[in-house]
């Protein structure tokens, strides 16, 4: 090796080995603030500046941002997340968690867990065990309007519960759906004990409040206070205290749901088993709308949160938020919840936001769901939970009644008269599947839309599409529309003179079917229930005549059936009541 050569050796080996030191130099030095700023944390709290909406698309993949407030950003990250954010060069500044900020006094004026179990006054954070307590009391107190749901477990064993709260609480009845649901980041803590004191305040005024009785008995309204109980009691069961924004795997919840433009997992990470527990609670109800409450801000956030384009209901959103936050100031002093337009933004207007839960409502539930933010404070001082009661409580229930507004009614079979499963379609409206669906065991659908006039389309597999032209919708009002849809059968029926007649009908189970028309000798009997399935199958003989036959079905339960007799190239339609 010539002398040139190992220069240009022991040249290179040094420019390596200063490489490699400078990197451990690096990590290690990484690892350092890492550790400086965690200390025994899981997650924490910074605000940092950007230059524009490319940055905001870029970072919100990156970490959970919180709100953003001009060209400042605030925003959590677990140890993995800020490490992929100082990969980004951006100054930050730390701040105190909030879940730090109170005292127990603050949080809980009786002392540490000395608040009554079931207390309504409702002016103290609940701990855990009184939270379950609060809810049973609720279900076991009023049996007859409340039941209690358990949605599922959270990812420490904690209880996510539901109340629902209706007049006939064990039915499905032909009524809107309301979700009100808290708290799913564990460290926004307004809405927990807000909602725990609505559900309070339905089940003590029902019976004696007219506008609450009526609104029990016409709507089923279900009430999540707390959907990420491991974040709210990080600090332990006995207190709100040290709560934290994630959940116990230091997992945004609310970046965790499917996307409607990001898919299946936008934030990187498996579905929790709070966001699984919650899709199969959502695919389980029928929800016309729902309100997903936060704190940190002050302003009611609608779709969409993930793009730009704005959704089918822009009018309406723009119409029922102004009512919103009209309302609330109504009921506040000045300055309250006066975040972006006075009150009121579009989502992505704001911030973007991928794998929300709002997101995930509207575009996979065909359900309303909006984002509100009821303090700057995410964990108020118990004294001033009554406040902002007092400053809300009137639009929750203004809420709830939004429900019944724009067009709904009952889809059924006309040969049957039973209920259908049907898509509710506007065209050159609906998008991003803004359509709603009616839904057994009831048959009912509701569309919450912007005042106007409507084509509205009604459809279902086995059956022919109905349209229902100029449907009419004012402000604050209900248009009544129940549809009947044909079989497809119906159509063979009318070209081939397809007529029949039973009797006696109702009958216990044997019946004569008579031909109005010679049929045939034979012919081949289904009889199928509302839902299409085949429960009896024969060949039948006609008496000499050509045109009766004797039928008996045993065992046939009592209800609605369609009779068809196929003989030669005609099929013979009739309704069969059973009413044993």
């Known amino acids: 090796m010539n002398s040139f050569m190992k220069q240009f050796l022991h040249a290179t080996i040094f420019i390596v080995l200063v490489s490699l030191s400078m990197t451990t130099v690096g990590q290690t030095s990484r690892k350092q603030l890492l550790d400086s700023l965690f200390g025994n944390s899981q997650e924490i709290y910074f605000k940092s500046m950007f230059n524009g909406r490319q940055d905001i698309s870029r970072l919100t993949r990156i970490i959970s941002i919180d709100r953003v407030k001009g060209n400042e950003l605030f925003a959590y990250a677990n140890r993995k997340e800020f490490t992929a954010f100082l990969d980004n060069n951006l ?101 927990y004990v807000l909602m725990l004191h609505l559900i309070d305040y339905l089940l003590s005024n029902y019976g004696t409040d007219p506008a609450i009785t009526n609104m029990v008995n016409t709507t089923a309204i279900f009430i999540n206070p707390l959907a990420n109980p491991d974040g709210t009691y990080h600090g332990g069961n006995g207190s709100v205290l040290g709560a934290q924004r994630y959940n116990a795997n230091n997992i945004d919840l609310n970046r965790n749901y499917p996307d409607p433009r990001v898919g299946q997992h936008p934030d990187g990470n498996a579905w929790q088993v709070e966001t699984q527990a919650w899709m199969a609670y959502a695919a389980a109800n029928h929800f016309t709308m729902s309100a997903n409450f936060h704190g940190g801000s002050e302003v009611f956030n609608y779709p969409w949160d993930t793009w730009p384009k704005l959704s089918a209901d822009d009018a309406w959103w723009l119409f029922v938020g102004r009512e919103w936050a009209d309302t609330v100031h109504k009921y506040s002093p000045s300055g309250y919840f006066t975040d972006e337009m006075n009150g009121i933004t579009n989502g992505y207007a704001w911030y973007e936001v991928d794998g929300g839960r709002q997101d995930y409502m509207n575009y996979f539930h065909n359900c309303r769901e909006v984002t509100v933010e009821l303090s700057y404070t995410k964990i108020l001082p118990a004294n001033q939970l009554i406040t902002y009661w007092n400053y809300n409580y009137h639009t929750f229930l203004n809420y709830i009644t939004e429900t019944h507004h724009g067009f709904n009614g009952i889809v059924t079979d006309t040969a049957t008269g039973q209920p259908l499963a049907a898509k509710v379609y506007i065209a050159l409206h609906d998008m991003d599947f803004s359509e709603v669906y009616s839904s057994l065991p009831s048959g009912f659908y509701a569309r919450p839309i912007a005042e106007g006039s409507y084509n509205v389309t009604f459809s279902t597999p086995g059956y022919f599409p109905k349209t229902i032209s100029n449907v009419t919708v004012t402000k604050w009002n209900t248009t009544r529309l129940n549809v009947q849809l044909k079989p497809l059968s119906y159509g063979l029926q009318d070209k081939m003179t397809h007529t029949a007649m039973i009797y006696p009908n109702p009958s216990d189970g044997s019946f004569r079917i008579v031909m109005l028309e010679d049929s045939g000798k034979s012919g081949l009997l289904k009889v199928t229930n509302t839902l299409g399935g085949v429960i009896y199958s024969s060949v039948v003989t006609f008496d000499s005549d050509r045109r009766t036959a004797a039928i008996s079905i045993p065992g046939i339960l009592p209800g609605i059936y369609l009779v068809n007799v196929h003989s030669g190239n005609r099929n013979y339609l009739d309704k069969l009541v059973i009413n044993k």
């Open 91 to 191: 100054s930050y500044t730390l701040l105190p968690h909030p879940g730090s900020l109170l005292t127990e006094k603050e949080v809980n004026p009786y002392g540490s867990g000395k608040r009554p179990l079931n207390a309504t006054t409702w002016d103290a954070y609940p701990t855990y065990d009184q939270y379950v307590s609060d809810m049973v009391g609720f279900a076991a107190a009023h049996p007859t309007i409340c039941r209690l749901d358990t949605v599922g477990t959270s990812t420490q064993g904690r209880l996510i519960l539901v109340v629902k709260i209706s007049n006939n609480v064990n039915q499905d009845e032909a009524e809107p759906e309301l979700l009100y649901t808290s708290s799913i980041h564990g460290d926004e803590t307004t809405g």
